[in-house]
């Protein structure tokens, strides 16, 4: 049975560099079917997505199915993906959306708005913002994060849906990160716009499957990107820049082989960080450091194959941490609450938990 408990603390070990350091995890929301993201509301609720199309509200030990939702193509990867707040909630109760939307031949990512009841029992102005172009027919690779900038405009992440010369290809968005505005303008300082043949969405291109994203303290978008075989990505994203799959990458075909044309090309850009043998990231945050000062900056991330949250050091962008618990199930999203505290989403135990360093 699905429900809303509040129990006492389990405890973790984070194991970093040189010491050992003890977190509580305490598990918020159980009997979930596939979650995929989660966001706290300003008045104490839980918005939390499952990839088969609902949208559920948790607030003082009620369950709620939202009512509203756009209605998704829940085939592969695709469904009802990323849900975030913008800063303005609580004046606003505007919710944001990512999800595999049902095209001809096939689906594309798309970004919707809504506005949340105060009962948190529907979706009100129901209205997409962003369509992708194309798409394609295939379940594989939708991304899809969407991350509100300090500016108010939005980010979203779109994976190459299977088809890697795409990636590569402006004319459609499959691999790249768009950028629209609240209402899904294009906003004028866009890189591409007035370019024949690209689309104006673009901000960046050249990406495999960004499943994480976040910013940094000083504003920057980061993203985890899935690699091939081996070839998991930390990127720090630029104005208009090409992140270069399927030209370069770290990873190699399944079935064996070199990707394009090795791992370095001029005119395209280096990760960050890359993890070989994958993790299969999901889910990124950078951490203010408010309830513990020496993670201030520092990244977390998912890992869907190994069941752990990585730590990067800040300063060097390096895996420093593993935090690998029976809660860390495959992690698929990971947020930090107002309070400090860090939310994530196991896939594998259908729970949000919530950490405290």
Known sequence: MKQWILTASVYALLTVTSAKAQT???PMITGLDQPWGVAITS???VLVTERDGELLYFKDGERTKVRGVPRVAARGQGGLLDVTLPRDFAQTRDVFLTYSKPQRGGSGTALATG?????????????????????????????????????????????DRGDRPSAQDRANHNGSIIRVTRDGKVPANNPFVGQSGVQPEIWSFGHRNPQGAGLDLNGNLWTAEHGAKGGDEINFIKKGANFGWPVISYGQHYRGGQIGEGTKKAGLEQPEHFWDPSIAPSGLLVYSGKLKPEWTGDIFVGSLKFDY???????????????????TERVRDIIEAPDGSIWFISVGNGAVYRMIP
């Open 43 to 45: 008045d104490g609720g």
């Open 24 to 26: 509580s995890i305490t």
């Open 309 to 327: 949250i990585a730590r990067l050091d800040s300063n060097f962008v390096r895996e420093t941490g593993q935090i690998k618990t029976d809660e």
């Open 115 to 159: 506005t949340l009841s105060k009962d948190g029992k529907r979706l009100s102005n129901v209205r997409d913002l962003f369509e992708s172009e194309i798409g394609g027919s295939t379940g594989r690779h939708f991304g899809s994060r969407v991350v509100e900038a300090k500016d108010g405009t939005l980010f979203v992440t779109i994976g």
